[in-house]
């Protein structure tokens, strides 16, 4: 922004006066409705965007809603004791047998979960790297002129078709 002021200011006598000042006048409020309005807005919107659709559901506070004492869903090994209310003096508990796994089966699941680790590390890199290059593509395009490839061949034709020799 500052060299396409010093640009304008410096060449302002050819244009003439009401002409530099139009120039003057849209490049400054150009970047500040960018810095003021656009730019903010970007911010908020993917803030927004990623409060919602990129965060971790807290599952705690909806399994508490609908947690009833009477139903658990416990594995072999696992028994609830806390709300069970027997009048009876003597309780007897079967012996509970816990399903070990042998050393192949451990690994192959150690493996497995590693995998998966990875895997999942490999995608959330992926999405984020794809979330960037979008990002970057929208930033980049947004503000495209539809008169900016006029500008740009005149200004190739000003330096670089200009006969210096005169």
């Known amino acids: 922004v500052g060299v396409s002021i010093i640009f304008i200011i410096a060449r302002g006598i050819e244009f003439g006066d009401e002409k530099t000042q139009k ?3 849209s490049i400054l409020s150009g970047f500040f409705s960018s810095i003021f309005l656009t730019q903010p807005l970007k911010i908020i919107s993917l803030a ?3 409060a919602f659709f990129c965060r971790k559901p807290n599952d ?3 399994a508490n809603e609908y947690l009833n004492d009477d ?3 416990l594995n072999d090994d696992e028994e609830y ?3 069970i209310k027997v009048n009876s003096l003597f309780i007897y508990r079967s012996p509970i047998r816990a399903n070990r796994l042998n050393k192949g089966e451990i690994t192959f699941a150690r493996d497995q979960r590693l995998k ?3 895997m999942w590390s490999i995608l959330r890199e992926i999405f984020i790297y794809s979330c960037f290059l979008s990002l970057l593509c929208i930033v980049t395009y947004s503000n495209h002129h539809p008169n900016a ?4 061949n005149h200004l190739r034709n000003y330096f670089l078709d200009s006969d ?3």
């Open 71 to 73: 139903q658990f869903d």
């Open 60 to 62: 705690d506070k909806e």
């Open 81 to 83: 004791l806390h709300s």
């Open 164 to 166: 210096y020799t005169q």
């Open 23 to 25: 120039w003057l006048i």
């Open 149 to 152: 490839s006029l500008q740009v």
């Open 116 to 118: 998966e680790v990875y």
């Open 48 to 50: 927004i965007f990623f």
